[in-house]
Each structure stands twice: as C-alpha cells, then as structure tokens.
C-alpha cells in the first residue's frame, strides 16, 4: 500500500483510548493523525505516561470540521450521548466512524429507555453492530459500527451459539465479572482502593443496562425471547472479565464439538477444554469458551479483556473490516501472562 490512511480518536484521554493509541500507532495500514477530548487536554505522553518517548501528539479540542479535513476514520471512545452528537456531524462530512460508547448498539426504544433522548435516529437505523462473528459482512459496508462493550460482548460470545437449543420455559443466568478498568478512569466511590481491594460485589443486579442489549441481540440473530438475568460484579484486578452463563437445554447435544464447530473459522475464538481464566485473554482480542452440560444443565464460561475484545481491539478490528484489510492486522494476540 502507498499511502496509509488516515485516522483520528476522539476521547483519547481514557483507558479505551490509549488502548487505541497503542494499537494504531504500530498499524501498517492507518495513520493516527490526533487525538481529540472535549477540551484541549495537554499532550497524550503527559496524560499517559507509559507513551513517554513513543508519541508526543497534542490532545486537542474536537473540532469536526478540522479533524474531517485530515481523517478518512474516526474512532470515538466517548461517553454515551457525547458520542452520538459527534458521529452525527462526522458521518455528514463523509468520515466514517466507529463508536465505543452505547449510542448506537440498540434499537431506539430501548436505547432511549435505558439511556436517554436519541439526537441521532436517522443514523441509528443504518449502524451495524459491530461483533464480526456475527455481523461480518455488514461491517464491511458500513460507515458507522456501533462496537460492543465487553460484558456484551463475552456474554454474546457465549450465549449466541447455543440459543437455538435453550428451553424457553427457563430463565438464562449471565454471572459476569469485571476488572476495575472496566468502570472507566475517573474515581467513584465503587471504585476506589479502599473498596475494591480484597474485595468483591455486585452492583446493578438484574437491572443493568446491558441486560436489554443481551436480549434485544439474541432475539434480532436468533429470533429466541429469552428472559436473560444479568448480575455484573466487580473484580479486585485491574483489567479481564469472566462471564458464566447458566441455561436449561431443551435436548441434548455434545456442547464442547458443537460449540469447536461452530467457531471453528474464527480466528479470535479458542474454545477450552478447561475451565478458563483471565489471564490468558489479558492484553489478546481472543475470546476463551469453556462449555459444559449435565443431562440438560447448560455452563458457558467466556473470558476477555474488557479493555481490548471489549472495547478498543474489536474496534480496531471493525475498522480493518471497513477498511478491506485483513480482521487480524496489528491485533494483539499474546497475553500479559504472568
């Protein structure tokens, strides 16, 4: 390729952010050209150290106009409602864009239940959602990709291949948990040392916004109305998420074969013959399964690192899509182990 093209974040002052930075700077294909806050925000190297003598841009304020002058893909790890009022002024300057936050990942009725006012409908309608096991091909015609978050995303993963085989008649249980980078960079009281630390809770049990996400994917892919009950915890790790799904099949099949098969051409999938763990997704865009039965009780246990499968290497992933190159290029596949 001559040329690479040219691409911008927006919102790189955050965890998903710099994971994004740390990608894009070593892609052979795209050409960070800045990034953006909503504010100027100081050089990248001052807000993340860690990129001390590696990139040295400034973070500016966003400025559509300008950042469309000098991007062909915009990658926006924003807030929910800050993202939607952006990628609506990028998509009419003919940028593409792939959005990190939940503005454009439902169905209006429900994005406007469980968040807020949509300011953006008319593109709402024509995002895809941007998991590639499941959306492959539409991505690659898409202008705007809503990428998942991690708890749907390991959930989905999980959940999606056996749906087709699940009893109705019985609730789906979805136990995830998550690192503390998964609540974001800014402190709360959750988050806190003191509270994280040897220690572990639930929070939002059964009324998470995330739950309607999971159901609202299953029943659009798999036409399945299942009652899923979703309970995220939160870890004392830094980054890693571990999902357990518990279902009830209505026959019974050879889960491990079935679910080796049904992935079998994903190249981010690895379905386990044991139980998996947290560390060998941490720092990968891999997936890890672990799936087994008893008579008809169903255990799904899937890992990722919410920062990358579940934030910014599956969007690096979409953008590759978008782009024609291969899924793969500069995706990181070996884990911070140990």
Same mark, same amino acid.
């Given at each position: 390729m001559e040329s690479?093209?040219?691409?911008?974040?927006?919102?790189?002052?955050?965890?998903?952010g710099?994971?994004?930075v740390k990608?894009?700077?070593? $892609?052979?294909?795209f050409?960070l050209?800045?990034?953006?806050?909503?504010? *100027?925000?100081?050089? @990248? *190297?001052?807000?993340?150290?860690?990129?001390?003598?590696?990139?040295?841009?400034q973070?500016?304020?966003?400025?559509?106009?300008e950042?469309?002058?000098?991007?062909?893909?915009?990658?926006?790890?924003?807030? $929910?409602?800050?993202?939607m009022?952006?990628?609506?002024?990028?998509?009419?300057e003919?940028?593409?864009?792939?959005?990190?936050?939940?503005?454009?990942?439902?169905?209006?009725?429900?994005?406007?239940?469980?968040?807020?006012? $949509?300011?953006?409908?008319?593109?709402l309608k024509?995002?895809?959602?941007?998991?590639?096991?499941?959306?492959?091909?539409?991505i690659?015609?898409?202008s705007?990709?809503? !990428?998942?978050?991690?708890?749907?995303t390991?959930?989905?993963?999980?959940?999606?291949?056996?749906?087709?085989?699940?009893?109705?008649?019985?609730?789906?249980?979805?136990d995830?948990k998550?690192?503390?980078?998964?609540?974001g960079k800014?402190?709360?009281s959750?988050?806190?040392?003191?509270?994280?630390?040897?220690?572990?809770?639930?929070y939002?049990?059964?009324?998470?916004? $995330? +739950?309607? +996400?999971i159901?609202?994917k299953?029943?659009k892919?798999?036409?399945? *109305?299942l009652?899923?009950?979703?309970?995220?915890?939160?870890?004392?790790?830094?980054?890693?998420?571990?999902?357990?799904?518990?279902?009830?099949?209505?026959?019974?099949?050879?889960v491990? !074969?079935?679910?080796?098969?049904?992935?079998?051409d994903?190249?981010?999938?690895?379905?386990?013959? !044991?139980?998996?763990?947290?560390k060998?997704?941490?720092?990968?865009?891999f997936?890890?399964?672990f799936?087994?039965?008893?008579?008809?009780?169903?255990? @799904?246990?899937?890992? @990722?690192?919410?920062?990358?499968?579940?934030?910014s290497?599956?969007?690096?992933?979409?953008? !590759?899509?978008?782009c024609?190159?291969?899924?793969?290029?500069?995706?990181p596949?070996?884990?911070?182990?140990?």
């Amino acid at each position: 390729m001559e040329s690479k093209i040219p691409v911008s974040i927006i919102g790189a002052s955050g965890y998903t952010g710099l994971e994004l930075v740390k990608i894009l700077i070593n $892609h052979p294909y795209f050409d960070l050209k800045g990034v953006f806050g909503s504010e *100027d925000g100081g050089r @990248i *190297d001052e807000v993340h150290p860690s990129l001390k003598g590696i990139i040295n841009l400034q973070i500016n304020k966003a400025d559509i106009k300008e950042i469309a002058k000098e991007s062909e893909l915009v990658f926006l790890a924003l807030p $929910h409602k800050s993202a939607m009022s952006f990628a609506k002024e990028l998509l009419k300057e003919g940028v593409r864009v792939v959005d990190l936050s939940a503005d454009y990942r439902l169905e209006l009725e429900t994005y406007e239940k469980f968040y807020c006012a $949509h300011e953006d409908r008319e593109n709402l309608k024509r995002a895809i959602y941007g998991l590639p096991e499941f959306y492959r091909e539409e991505i690659k015609k898409a202008s705007l990709v809503a !990428n998942p978050g991690c708890y749907p995303t390991a959930s989905l993963l999980a959940l999606l291949p056996f749906a087709d085989f699940l009893d109705e008649n019985y609730p789906v249980f979805i136990d995830a948990k998550s690192g503390v980078s998964g609540a974001g960079k800014k402190c709360s009281s959750k988050t806190h040392f003191v509270t994280v630390n040897e220690n572990i809770f639930a929070y939002n049990p059964l009324s998470h916004r $995330h +739950e309607p +996400e999971i159901k609202e994917k299953v029943l659009k892919l798999k036409k399945r *109305d299942l009652e899923i009950n979703f309970v995220p915890q939160l870890l004392p790790i830094s980054r890693g998420m571990l999902v357990n799904v518990y279902a009830v099949l209505k026959e019974e099949i050879d889960v491990f !074969n079935y679910l080796k098969d049904f992935y079998k051409d994903e190249k981010f999938i690895r379905v386990r013959e !044991n139980p998996v763990d947290v560390k060998s997704t941490a720092g990968t865009n891999f997936c890890d399964l672990f799936v087994k039965r008893d008579k008809k009780s169903l255990f @799904i246990s899937s890992s @990722i690192d919410n920062l990358l499968r579940g934030a910014s290497s599956q969007a690096v992933v979409n953008a !590759n899509l978008m782009c024609g190159f291969r899924e793969d290029t500069a995706i990181p596949i070996v884990a911070y182990v140990p």
